[in-house]
Structures are given as structure tokens and as C-alpha cells.
């Protein structure tokens, strides 16, 4: 009997051996080049992929549903590395300990708000807000507020808009925190609707914010529906030709997060 008991002991503590030897084969990442060759996770339908490819052209990668799932893949060792947005990877790892964002970019863009073409006075406005918030130290403060380096953001601020001068329509994704999402309280908020209601409040406005699928936000913007859009968007040549953008305001791009 006591033979017996040994055995399966032994098995356990081997088994218990096999599965720590398997966590324990992914390598120590600290730099982007040591990706090359490894497993990445990404979202499912989104150009992270071939961005990643761009640069890192020898990767493998596994899919996942969302930003998040693919993230904490990476944290239980199920992938090396995911790569997103990187402003998105920063949410996540400020929430999530024992993950960090590699420092060295896999693509560098550019994120603006985006009017109708000939749009270009609310265009005009939206950069004047922007710079008169860099200047004054407003912009400081929005970058602490929805950037903290562990935990949730902070609340959104009061913002009062008693605009005499009709409403500005904001299209939106609330899926892309920290920039655009919904709060405990059912509320949409985020650097780009802090944002939002800054330039509302320069143009004596009310401000009336329109969610909708990320995919739908440019048509509704041509189409009228909206008079500005902004959810994290990245400042391309070819949405260019459809579409005026702001002055960037975060320079962002595809980064990748590993296991610290």
C-alpha cells in the first residue's frame, strides 16, 4: 500500500515538474527585436497583425477576441508578447499587474479629431483648444487623469455647458478606453470626450455625444449626422482624403506588451 502511495506522489510531482517547465519556457522579454520569431497575440479584425508584420516580419500569431483576452494570454504565458494600441496597452497594464509596454514603438501615428471637409472653422477650433491646454497645464492634467500609471483612471471633471449657440454632435466609440468608454455610472467618458466638451465650451455649445460602431463613424461624419468624430483614431493618407483631421493631440501607434 505504502508503495502505491509513493507511486502516485511521484506522478503528481512530476506532472507538477512538466507544467512548471512549460510556463517557464517563454523567454524574459525586454526588448521589441527578441519578438522576432514569437508567438503574438492579437485581436481578432484588426490591422495589428500586418502593422506588427511591418516590423516584425518572422512572429507568430494567436487570436483573440479582444485587446484584453489577448493581454492576459500574455500574463498566464499562453503568448509572448500582444500588440495594440498602444495608449489601450497602458490602460490595461495600469489595471493589471505583472504585464508593461515595451517601450520601443512597433509603429509610431498620429490621433486626431476629424470635421467634415469643409468643415475647416471647427477644425480651426479643435487645434486652438488643444494648444490653449498644453500652454495653460490643462493637458498635463487630462494626461494624469486618464493615463494613472496603476489603477483606474480618475473621474471625468465637471465641465458646465450652457451653449447659447446651438449643439456640437460628437460620433464616438465608447470601446476605446482610456479615450473614449462607458463608466460604472452608464456614462460615456474619456480623454476625448473631456475633449469634446472643452471645444464645446469654446464655441458657447451644448454637446451632444452620438455612439456608435467604430466602422460607422466616417460615413456618419460625411453624411452629416455627426459634426466631429473621435475615438483613438489614427491619422492615415487615406482616410485623409475623406476626411479633415485635427492636429494630432497624442502620438501614439502599435506597441506590444510582455510579462514583467
Not at 238 to 244: A, G, N
Request: charged residues 25%.
Amino acid at each position: 500500500m505504502a508503495g502505491k502511495v509513493f507511486r502516485i506522489l511521484l506522478v503528481v510531482v512530476f506532472s507538477s515538474i512538466v507544467m512548471l517547465s512549460g510556463c517557464s519556457k517563454r523567454e524574459k522579454i525586454t526588448k521589441l527585436q527578441q519578438l522576432d520569431g514569437k508567438e503574438i497575440a492579437v485581436p481578432t479584425g484588426t490591422v495589428a497583425d500586418k502593422l506588427v508584420l511591418s516590423k516584425l516580419p518572422n512572429v507568430k500569431f494567436k487570436y483573440f477576441n479582444s485587446v484584453m483576452d489577448a493581454s492576459l494570454a500574455v500574463k498566464s504565458g499562453k503568448a509572448d508578447a500582444a500588440a495594440y494600441d498602444e495608449p489601450i496597452l497602458k490602460n490595461i497594464t495600469a489595471k493589471n499587474s505583472g504585464l508593461v509596454v515595451l517601450p520601443e514603438m512597433i509603429t509610431t501615428d498620429n490621433y486626431g479629431f476629424a470635421v467634415h471637409p469643409e468643415n475647416q472653422k471647427l477644425k480651426r477650433n479643435i487645434d486652438l483648444v488643444v494648444s490653449e491646454l498644453k500652454i495653460n497645464g490643462g493637458y498635463d492634467d487630462m494626461m494624469r487623469r486618464w493615463f494613472p500609471k496603476t489603477g483606474n483612471p480618475a473621474p471625468m471633471p465637471s465641465i458646465s455647458l450652457n451653449g447659447t449657440k446651438g449643439v456640437l454632435r460628437l460620433g464616438t466609440s465608447s470601446v476605446t478606453e482610456p479615450f473614449s468608454f462607458v463608466d460604472a455610472s452608464g456614462g460615456i467618458v474619456g480623454f476625448d470626450i473631456e475633449l469634446a466638451r472643452y471645444i464645446a465650451k469654446k464655441l458657447d455649445m451644448k454637446l451632444e455625444i452620438v455612439n456608435m460602431e467604430f466602422g460607422a463613424m466616417i460615413p456618419a461624419l460625411i453624411s452629416g449626422k455627426v459634426d466631429m468624430i473621435a475615438a483613438c483614431i489614427t491619422i492615415t493618407e487615406e482616410r485623409s482624403k475623406k476626411i479633415l483631421f485635427s492636429d494630432p493631440y497624442y502620438v501614439g501607434g502599435i506597441a506590444a506588451v510582455v510579462s514583467e
